[in-house]
């Protein structure tokens, strides 16, 4: 069982930045894909990105590619999603999710609201 738990949502202007945060309790961090979803309400849950175990590889929607990154240290065992430009639309609740391989994500966060006002 790996839990994670997302941290550093918040209200955010548009334009403004915010950088979230996914703890994980997994030692053996580096053994799993780790990847970002959002789920605004009233839509489904939506894919933001993911990075690779080594973080070598990185992977965005094209709704927010070339505005948010997505990092790793697993010296700490923590991912992160820095999210730039921001628009009203990146309102959302912010999940984390962890995967050692195949499709199917095994582990979720409970999610980080972030809101983005104009």
């Known amino acids: 069982q790996v839990q994670l738990v997302e941290s550093g949502g918040g209200l955010v202007q548009a334009g403004g930045s915010l950088r979230l945060s996914c703890a994980a309790s997994?030692?053996?961090?580096?053994?799993?894909?780790m990847g970002w979803f959002r789920q605004a309400p009233g839509k489904e849950r939506e894919f933001v990105g993911f990075?690779?175990?080594?973080?070598?590889?990185?992977y965005y929607a094209a709704s927010v590619k070339g505005r948010f990154t997505i990092s790793r240290d697993n010296a700490k065992n923590t991912a992160y999603l820095q999210m730039n430009s921001l628009k009203p639309e990146d309102t959302a609740v912010y999940y984390c999710?962890?995967?050692?391989?195949?499709?199917?994500?095994?582990?979720w966060g409970q999610g980080t609201q972030v809101t983005v006002f104009s």
């Open positions: 999710a962890v995967k050692s391989s195949g499709s199917t994500w095994d582990y």
């Open positions: 990075i690779s175990r080594s973080g070598g590889t990185t």
């Open positions: 997994e030692r053996t961090f580096d053994r799993w894909t």
